[in-house]
């Protein structure tokens, strides 16, 4: 739900620029990068196997404007949301 690295960070009690100096180390990318692949993850599998509205899909995900996160979706996967939907239907 959570999409901040400050949060995370403090959930560890640790500082914002140490949990990025662990996840580059480790993952060769930043802490905000590593979460929206996460929630890209999620979004794919639900888009997949739920047959809800998208836009409820996006609201559920954390994101009210729907048009905000089909244009972030395509950025990241190359197809918006519908397209994705009836790509893998």
Avoid at 23 to 36: E, G, P, Y
Wanted: net charge positive; proline share 1%.
């Amino acid at each position: 739900e959570n999409k901040s690295a400050a949060f995370y960070a403090d959930k560890m009690n640790i500082t914002t620029k140490h949990l990025n100096r662990i996840v580059k180390t480790t993952l060769d990318q930043t802490t905000s990068s590593l979460i929206l692949n996460r929630v890209i993850l999620e979004a794919k599998r639900r888009i997949v196997h739920e047959n809800g509205d998208l836009s409820q899909i996006a609201f559920n995900l954390g994101y009210e404007d729907y048009a905000y996160f089909s244009k972030l979706f395509k950025a990241h996967t190359g197809f918006t949301p519908k397209g994705f939907r009836a790509k893998y239907k």
